[in-house]
């Protein structure tokens, strides 16, 4: 396996605060790794970083075999960039945005790539439409076939599903899917946890650090935790949970309380004592990948008010 991506103790600092604060990350080609975390923690900036458009501060490796610090002009003309917000112009029409977007790429024989990337998109039908006509879905099939107009290896898309139906969505991670089966290597940042799960491997970051890197079953098994479900209780029944000492988090499903805490027996010794009490029953199940990132998240910040104080 090749790496395309390696790098390591990757930094970038605003006004003296490490925003992307000593990262490692390695992906290997032809993966989707998604990158998680809540907002503000540095996945756009890491982002920019990878693809050669903003300078490293600190850090070293590689994108697509090239020096992230020396070679990132290279980097940038072999990278595809979806950005958060898809950068259209919505006076001009699919086919003219598409056409646009190539001749920014300097893209060879660009009347055959544009005709190529509105057949593969499915884009055809539309192809006179103005961009801004476009709803949401359509649009971010749009900038999702700018952005490989110019046959990059590599292709970084930051959150490019926010706002989209789901039948868009799920359409749009068949077409990752496909791309990644060809060697593209895809690192996409999310906030949805079934996104997630549609990676070969992710990675978490809050507050700038990298705080797990792996599968989704490693991420989750890394955590730690145990996790239960509890059901037929009435109203009020979810906070004396919450109140338990190996409970983390409770969240109601409907009829049935979902439970994730202290891992090894500590969960179940406490909901057995309290749902016999209280006349309910539970019985464990798996931890999700939410579970194992409200954890991180909650554990970060508890470390950093300790670094705080
Ligand atoms: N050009 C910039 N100048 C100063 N601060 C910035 C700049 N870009 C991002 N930041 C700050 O860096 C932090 C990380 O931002 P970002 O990478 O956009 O996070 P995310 O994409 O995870 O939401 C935020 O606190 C943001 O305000
Ligand atoms: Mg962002």
């Known amino acids: 396996m090749t790496a395309a991506i390696a790098v390591t103790g990757l930094t970038k600092r605003f006004g003296g605060r490490a925003v992307v604060d000593s990262i490692d990350l390695s992906v290997e080609e032809g993966r989707i790794m ?8 540095g996945k756009t900036t890491t982002i920019r970083m990878l693809c050669g458009l903003l300078r490293v501060d600190a850090g070293e490796g590689t994108c697509l075999g090239l020096d992230i610090r020396r ?61 801004g006509h476009l709803s949401g879905g359509w649009k971010q099939r749009l900038a999702l076939a700018a952005s490989i107009l110019h046959k990059p290896r590599l292709l970084l898309l930051d959150e490019p599903t926010a706002g989209v139906d789901p039948q868009a969505r799920r359409d749009f991670w068949d077409r ?33 650090r990298l705080l797990a890197h792996g599968t989704v079953e490693e991420v989750v098994a890394g955590s730690g935790l145990a996790a239960a ?23 109601a499903f409907g009829a049935v309380i979902h439970v994730a805490g202290g891992g090894g027996a500590a969960l179940a010794a406490d909901l057995s004592a309290f749902c016999a009490a209280e006349g309910v029953d ?17 554990g970060s910040r508890d470390n950093m008010a300790e670094g705080a104080a």
């Open 282 to 298: 539970w019985e464990p199940e798996e931890p999700t990948l939410e579970d194992a990132f409200i954890h991180l998240m909650a």
């Open 34 to 41: 998604g990158f998680l975390g809540p907002n503000g923690s």
């Open 229 to 251: 479900a509890v059901r037929g209780g009435g109203p009020g029944l979810i906070e004396r949970v919450k109140a338990l000492p190996a409970v983390e988090t409770a969240t």
């Open 176 to 208: 990752i899917h496909g791309f990644a089966a060809e060697g593209m290597t895809v690192l996409v940042s999310t906030h949805y946890m079934d996104e997630a799960e549609r990676c070969h491997a992710i990675a978490y970051i809050a507050y700038g």
């Open 71 to 131: 070679d990132a002009a290279a980097i940038k003309r072999q990278a595809g960039y979806m950005t958060q917000r898809f950068s259209l112009y919505e006076d001009m029409t699919v086919a003219e945005n598409l056409d646009f977007a190539a001749r920014v790429h300097g893209v060879p024989d660009r009347k055959a790539r544009v005709a190529e990337a509105v057949e593969r998109m499915g884009l055809a039908a539309r192809r006179n439409q103005l961009a």
